[in-house]
């Protein structure tokens, strides 16, 4: 992914005032910054929701988003959500999809309904979408939030072994928490980014 001098104003107030980024492949990235520094503005640009006032995003490959905010059916199942992004991304089948929620020790859930699901739980659903057609570039917006410990490590686990493969993974969050695992990190700050060369505590 290739973002070059994104600007983004809302009225007079200038949100992004310039970010430079570029996630190369087998990188495993991250990005935080206190709430109303912009991010929720950057993901939505760097996704494709929101087109920027000035400069580009490139997306090399196969992209991938899960968005902080759930996007579930709730009277639809599981198995009825898969067969659904199944459908739409053109998929021969649900190997990939399997392997996630394998992972993530979700694979019990797949004749529950959504709406009876705890929010880990639809936040485990909302990660095996986003990974479902196996992205090259893949944006995951506060992605470990309503894990418990155990999933939480899952999701490093999936991670780093998605970085180990080859593909761009960026976390964004408000805290990043394990910021050895990562291979980059940014902070979001008067609306641009700033690389942290070697962080050494969680970051707000």
């Given at each position: 992914?290739d973002v070059?001098d ?12 310039g970010?430079?980024?570029r996630?190369?492949p ?22 494709g ?6 400069g ?5 490959g ?7 905010s ?9 198995r009825?959500?898969?067969?659904l992004?199944?459908a739409?991304?053109?998929?021969a089948d ?16 797949l ?9 880990g ?5 909302n ?5 479902m057609?196996?992205p ?15 999933t ?6 999936l991670?780093t ?9 960026l976390?964004?969050?408000?805290l990043?928490?394990?910021?050895d ?19 050494t505590g969680?970051?707000?």
């Amino acid at each position: 992914m290739d973002v070059q001098d994104v600007h983004h104003s809302y009225g007079q107030y200038a949100v992004l005032r310039g970010v430079d980024l570029r996630l190369r492949p087998g990188t495993l990235a991250g990005i935080v910054g206190e709430n109303g520094a912009g991010k929720t503005t950057l993901l939505r640009i760097l996704s494709g929701e929101l087109g920027p006032d000035r400069g580009s995003v490139r997306h090399h490959g196969r992209f991938g988003y899960c968005p902080q905010s759930v996007v579930l059916d709730d009277s639809f199942t599981v198995r009825q959500h898969l067969d659904l992004f199944k459908a739409a991304f053109g998929l021969a089948d649900l190997r990939r999809s399997e392997e996630v929620m394998e992972t993530l020790a979700f694979t019990e859930y797949l004749d529950r309904r959504a709406g009876q699901l705890s929010g880990g739980s639809r936040q485990k659903l909302n990660l095996t979408l986003a990974l479902m057609h196996d992205p090259d570039v893949l944006l995951l917006d506060e992605p470990y939030q309503g894990f418990d410990w155990e999933t939480y490590l899952r999701f490093w686990e999936l991670a780093t072994r998605l970085r180990d493969a080859g593909r761009s993974v960026l976390v964004v969050s408000h805290l990043a928490y394990d910021i050895d695992r990562l291979d980059l990190l940014w902070r979001l700050e008067n609306g641009r980014l700033h690389r942290q060369e070697r962080p050494t505590g969680a970051a707000a």
